[in-house]
């Protein structure tokens, strides 16, 4: 049976079949590879509709007595997709659904809202230094998440030349308009989701129709999700290495406003990382539209805690060890970067046909693993997580000897706070990941080891 891919980037290519490969021998549907895929046409919904297969531009006809093989030709040029046989909607659009992108829309303005007022604080003391990095941190991460954006929705329009009806140019100019120069990309694309959403409830359209927009709800909300992954690992988490940096570096004259400033800030980039794990690994499961791939409230819990202590303890020891090693830490974090995207490359990929796309694909994942494991390849997962592992633990148990060894704050409450912290959360991530694939996950009665 074939499965829909998650988009991830609209040039990859993957053969049909599972995503990983081999789920029942113990890996984790998050971690597999992932591949964004173009929308289908926009089509007349006063008509049959029609939608254009990517590949050769043959048609599949989406009315009442739709079938597999079309359903499989209809999301997203040439991207699998099925419905359940119990069900015709496995995962429809719900009150939690509507809540959970609100609440997207609403981490991401506080996140970037509390960074702007952040480096308004640093300018207005003239802290020169701290404002350029901070604003440079928040400039040059959300230009680059909106250009591939804003890429999409040009992939996007190209494929609609032929199509019965187009997309209004009311509609893309919105779409380009809030995503540059405004830099609201993820806002609009979970706008369009929440709209979907409804369109899929409404009894005023036809059966074929609100079939049609349910498969546009798990498609956009998969480009949404991958939007907050994007800004997570550009901008959130080199913002908290940033500011935890400074406050170790500076000395501590802080007034009131930035005492209360600065935490919240962190807190936004926090709360934005942790949030853009979670949805990533929902619109994943959900993406497959079938109810055996849904994990449960407490398997979304276990996932949580598993990925925000793997993440934790990284980010911290690195911004403590460039606090305490200056630019021997950057030039250390620079070898793993560089060992990770040549690591990523001898995985025998076929993502990309191009060179250049193949060695972009490799630095993007590279940099993705400084901070937790991301698996590109199909195949049996745990041999890759074990090695990843293995090499981070290694290299968090030195920088937390050398910083503990050398730092000049044993005195202070960071100290205590620093040891006791980064091990537990090290310890805690194992434990909940044992536990997350034996008890939690969808298919744990087939997984023998995590």
Known sequence: MVSR???????????????????????DDVDGPHCRQPKPN?????????????????????DKDINEDNLKRSCRNNSSFE????????????????????????????????DVVLAEEYYRFQRWIPFVFTIS????????????????????????????KHTKKLVWFLRGFFSLPFMLGPVVRNVEYMHYGFKSKSRSLSESER????????????????????????????????????IMTEANTDGLMMQIVRPAAMIGSGIGVSWSLVSYQKALRLSYNRKERKLS????????????CEVAPRIILLSLSAAQFGYHMLVATCIHWILMSLWVGRQNQEMYDKMRDKIVHYIV????????????????????????????????????????YFTHHKREWVYLAVIVSVPSCMVIQIIVQILYYKCVHPEHTNIWLC
Not at 298 to 304: A, D, K
Request: net charge negative; charged share 20%; aromatic share 18%.
């Open 5 to 27: 891919k998650f988009p991830y980037d609209r040039r990859g290519k993957y053969e049909a079949g599972d995503e990983n490969g081999d789920n029942t021998e113990g890996q």
């Open 42 to 62: 926009i089509i007349d919904t006063n008509s049959p509709l029609i939608l254009v297969d990517g590949i050769d531009g043959s048609g599949s006809t989406l």
């Open 83 to 114: 419905y359940s046989s119990s069900e015709k909607y496995p995962f429809p659009f719900r009150g939690i659904d509507l809540l959970a992108a609100v609440l997207s829309i609403v981490f991401f303005l506080f996140d970037v809202i509390s």
């Open 137 to 164: 941190f928040i400039i040059f991460p959300h230009l680059v998440l909106n250009a591939i954006n804003i890429s999409w929705y040009c992939n996007d329009y190209s494929k609609e030349e032929n199509s019965e």
């Open 211 to 246: 079939r049609y927009f349910y498969k546009m709800v798990l498609c956009e909300n998969a480009d949404a999700a991958m939007l907050r992954m994007i800004e997570a690992f550009l901008e959130s988490a080199p913002q908290l290495v940033l500011q935890i940096y400074i």
């Open 297 to 308: 409230l407490l398997g979304v819990i276990f996932y949580y805690i598993w990925k925000s």
């Open 365 to 404: 994942i590279g940099y993705v693993l400084i901070f937790c494991f991301q698996n590109v390849q199909k195949g049996k997962t745990r041999y890759r997580a074990m090695f990843y592992y293995f090499v981070t633990f290694v290299e968090n148990i030195i920088m937390l000897t050398l910083w503990t």
